[in-house]
């Protein structure tokens, strides 16, 4: 008998436990338990009915994606799913926790379904680019439907237990939190009651009700919209489309086939490399588990701007107060205003109820004085891209907060050592980038100063994890990790405009590629000032920084969305980005100025400059310590950028392509076109030389 599966049996009764921390994922030890367990129920004269229940947190919450790309050991979760469900005697799924993907399957294969009230279930796979690969295509419609199974597997959203009663997932919601216990009352009940084996696989009304209906047809277009790019979803249709077109039996045969598809498809593994690489990068390096993590119940936030407002929602909406200083009344008032605005929004949309409105609102408290910051525990400065400001700012904080209070900083690219400076406190001293918009973008960039204390780096982790943000902690450098990247890709879109490109055409390549936005269409979204105010500091600081036709436009007051004309033109009430032949005559001024002759650019060269100088720097950063791993430049991006999750991240990426690839066509470039940012990465060319790749460092 294995250890993560027992039998024992409890009056008429045989239970089947799995124990396999720590979601009971779906292993091998676990499939091939479950198998033993279920065979000694069925030789267990004296057990009438089999209860199946989890110890631990959840229920099988899927299979074991450690296991996905080796190797498959029988026995396969389908043919488990198989033996359950052809078993003589009735198997109650006892569900507590989120029994998901395999998980849910294993209780579709079961006979009757019994879940608690705080319990969730769910189809998860096509996030992680595959399907439901253990019958959940064909045994799901029986229960549901079409429609609502399409709706599930498609989206792989969560169902609460009270719905997933109504739509007859589950057979009944029991109120109690001890899943052993309410299970084995369940199952007495079948006992005494002699329920027979009922088999999902025969049921056939909800079949018969949706043949040949549309709605397959309904969701491939509306796939088209939502899942841009992306495989498994549209394998999800055709596979839960067979439950109404084929027998029970060639139907599993069709999913299986789908499903093998969609395991052999990159996006799978760039799906699964996200989901690992997610939960990794809140395990920092060098910093021990047990590292003491101070309490933020209070928060101080310095700018009731954009960013300001933003950050301060984040905090408010997990019921931490917060204390928002602007210098003028106007703008404290006007800070207040778009943070209400926001929240209405949110309440029209359904999405918070307009009591939640009012708590939040309640929790955010406008100020004019430094002095309403003396007890917060941690303070976050959200102004200006201005290094004097910052200094001015920080020595008034280091005189006002008491003694262990966190002083962070907002800023997207300034030293943050150097900010330290102006205070007495650098070890508490921290950088925390939101995105923009704060409230929505779910990366946090937490920025470690060199005197940074390991307390202050933990705390700024669990303070990302509460305020429900994906935490990365990084060096401090220019731009850190994401905006140093993102930088190069810039300068380069921009030179191979100047060259011959049309901005469309650069940001079509991008958007091709998986990108929510090009390059221009998100220079006219930051605004266009934003990026020429960054350029004139580095130039008057005395950096070689090349001008550019972006200048032109935002000296022309071509400041992007907000003035509903930058790179593209805007219509009123509209984001949709059009291109103006107006830039286009003032690209051609600034090349005839430059005395550039324009030239015919690929596609291919903008993909390989705009992404393989962003991968190079990836190197270097890597190189200078300051990304630790791989994985945690892959999930800036993927979270601060919209970099397609189902393409891993651009280290991920990289490595697909071949790392051998990517140094040919740097060295390329560094010969055609020069520049520190062609210079090739050493860990790059070592990686190459040793035959190795980004992941295995
Ligand atoms: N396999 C292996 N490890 C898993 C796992 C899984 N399915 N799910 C979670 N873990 C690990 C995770 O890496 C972390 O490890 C720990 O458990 C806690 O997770 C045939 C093919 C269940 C809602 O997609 O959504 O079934 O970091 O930090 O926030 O059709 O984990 O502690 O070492 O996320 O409380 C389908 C994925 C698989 C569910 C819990 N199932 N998991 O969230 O904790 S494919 C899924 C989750 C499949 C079948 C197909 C969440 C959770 P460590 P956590 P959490």
Not at 311 to 326: Q, R, Y
Not at 385 to 390: G, S, V
Not at 462 to 485: E, H, P, S
């Amino acid at each position: 008998m294995s250890e993560v599966v027992t039998y024992n049996r409890d009056g008429s009764v045989g239970v089947i436990t799995v124990n396999y921390p720590p979601v009971n994922a779906l292993g091998h030890a676990v499939r091939s338990g479950l198998l033993a367990a279920l065979n000694q129920g069925l030789a267990d004269a004296e057990a009438k009915v089999l209860l199946l229940v989890c110890e631990g947190r959840t229920f099988i919450a899927g299979a074991d994606i450690r296991e996905f790309g080796k190797p498959i050991q029988e026995p396969v979760l389908p043919e488990v799913m198989n033996q359950f469900e052809n078993s003589s005697k009735p198997v109650i799924a006892a569900i507590h926790g989120t029994a998901l993907g395999g998980g849910l399957e294993t209780a579709l294969g079961c006979h009757y379904r019994v879940a608690l009230g705080s319990a969730k279930v769910g189809l998860p796979e096509v996030k992680l680019g595959l399907l439901p690969g253990a019958g959940g295509t064909q045994r799901l419609p029986r229960l549901t439907g079409a429609r609502k199974a399409l709706e599930m597997i498609t989206t792989g959203d969560f169902v609460a237990a009270p719905q997933a009663l109504e739509l007859g997932i589950v057979d009944a919601v029991e109120a109690g939190d001890d899943i052993r216990e309410v299970g084995l009352a369940y199952a007495r009940k079948a006992v005494e009651e002699g329920w027979p084996v009922r088999r999902v696989r025969d049921l056939t009304d909800k079949v018969e009700a949706d043949k040949g209906s549309e709605v397959f047809d309904e969701f491939r277009a509306a796939l088209e919209k939502k899942a841009r790019g992306l495989f498994s979803p549209f394998k999800c249709v055709d596979a839960v489309e067979a439950a109404f077109t084929l027998p029970f039996d060639e139907g599993l045969q069709r999913e299986r086939a789908l499903f093998s598809e969609c395991m052999a498809s990159p996006q799978r593994a760039g799906l699964i490399h996200a989901f690992f690489a997610e939960r990794e990068v809140s395990k920092v390096k060098g910093l021990a588990k047990d590292t003491p993590v101070r309490d933020v119940n209070s928060v101080g936030i310095i700018g009731a701007g954009t960013m300001g407002g933003g950050i301060a929602m984040n905090f408010a909406n997990v019921g931490i107060p917060v204390t928002l200083v602007e210098v003028k009344q106007e703008a404290l008032d006007k800070g207040l205003g778009v943070i209400r605005k926001n929240y209405e929004n949110s309440a029209k949309k359904g999405r918070i109820s307009q009591q939640q409105v009012e708590e939040r609102m309640a929790l955010i408290t406008g100020s004019l004085t430094y002095d309403d910051f003396k007890d917060a525990d941690m303070v976050i400065e959200a102004v200006f891209e201005n290094m004097a400001i910052k200094k001015e700012i920080f020595a008034k904080l280091d005189a006002v907060c008491k003694p262990g209070a966190i002083l962070a900083s907002n800023t997207s690219t300034l030293d943050i050592d150097e900010i330290a400076s102006a205070t007495a406190r650098p070890q508490d001293v921290v950088g925390m980038h939101f995105f923009s918009p704060a409230n929505v973008m779910k990366l946090l960039e937490n920025v470690r100063g060199s005197q940074t204390s390991d307390e202050v780096k933990a705390t700024v982790m669990a303070v990302a994890k509460k305020i429900k943000k994906v935490g990365v902690l990084v060096g401090n450098c220019y731009g850190f990790v994401g905006n140093r990247m993102l930088h190069k890709r810039g300068a380069e879109a921009m030179a191979l405009v100047n060259e011959g490109a049309t901005p469309q055409q650069v940001d079509k390549v991008l958007t091709d590629l998986g990108y929510p936005m090009g390059q221009f269409a998100m220079s006219d979204l930051a605004g266009i000032d934003v990026g020429y105010r960054i350029r004139q500091e580095r130039r008057n600081s005395g950096e070689d920084v090349p001008l550019s036709w972006l200048d032109k436009l935002a000296e022309q007051d071509r400041l992007g969305q907000k003035t509903m004309a930058g790179v593209y033109r805007y219509e009123e009430g509209s984001r949709k980005p059009i291109p103006d032949p107006a830039v286009d005559a003032i690209i051609e001024e600034f090349r005839k100025e430059q005395g550039i002759t324009p030239r015919q650019i690929t596609d291919q060269e903008i993909l390989e400059r705009c992404m393989f100088v962003m991968i190079n720097e990836g190197a270097k950063i890597l190189e200078e310590g300051i990304a630790d791993r791989s994985l945690d430049i892959d999930i800036v991006w993927i979270y601060g950028y919209g970099f397609p999750a189902y393409r891993g991240g651009p280290m991920f990426w990289a490595d697909q392509i071949g790392l051998d690839t990517i140094l040919n066509a740097v060295e390329k470039y560094y010969d055609e076109l020069g520049g520190d940012q062609w210079q090739p990465s050493a860990l790059l060319k070592k990686l190459v030389a040793d035959g190795r790749s980004f992941g295995d460092l």
